[in-house]
Nanobody, 111 residues
Framework: QVQLVESGGGLVQVGGSLRLSCAAS????????MGWYRQGPGTQRELVAR???????DYAASVKDRFTISRNNAENSVYLEMNSLKPEDTAVYYC?????WGQGTQVTVSS
């Protein structure tokens, strides 16, 4: 059974930074494609960033050059480093694998 547990969300001011973590069990992260999605108030869930088993990454245009997705093979975890945060980044952030979603972690950017 695949389980994904996110942490690291919170309240931050505009221009601030946060680091989200996703601890995985039931899969080996380095052998899988993993992603971060988000869902803001009144919006559909959208892809934020992906890291492929090859190590390649891609990002939504809205977060490119501000967010960085990475993984730690020893920790079997995936991370999302978020910098220069904007109010429009406010959302629940979800870790994703093809077989599972995490429960989500709230990120609120205050102006």
């Amino acid at each position: 059974q695949v389980q994904l547990v996110e942490s690291g969300g919170g309240l931050v001011q505009v221009g601030g930074s946060l680091r989200l973590s996703c601890a995985a069990s039931g899969i080996v992260v380095r052998f899988n494609d993993m992603g971060w999605y988000r869902q803001g108030p009144g919006t559909q869930r959208e892809l934020v960033a992906r890291i492929f088993r090859s190590g390649a990454t891609d990002y939504a245009a809205s977060v490119k050059d501000r967010f960085t997705i990475s993984r730690n093979n020893a920790e079997n975890s995936v991370y999302l480093e978020m910098n220069s945060l904007k109010p429009e980044d406010t959302a629940v952030y979800y870790c994703n694998h093809a077989l599972a979603w995490g429960q989500g972690t709230q990120v609120t950017v205050s102006s």
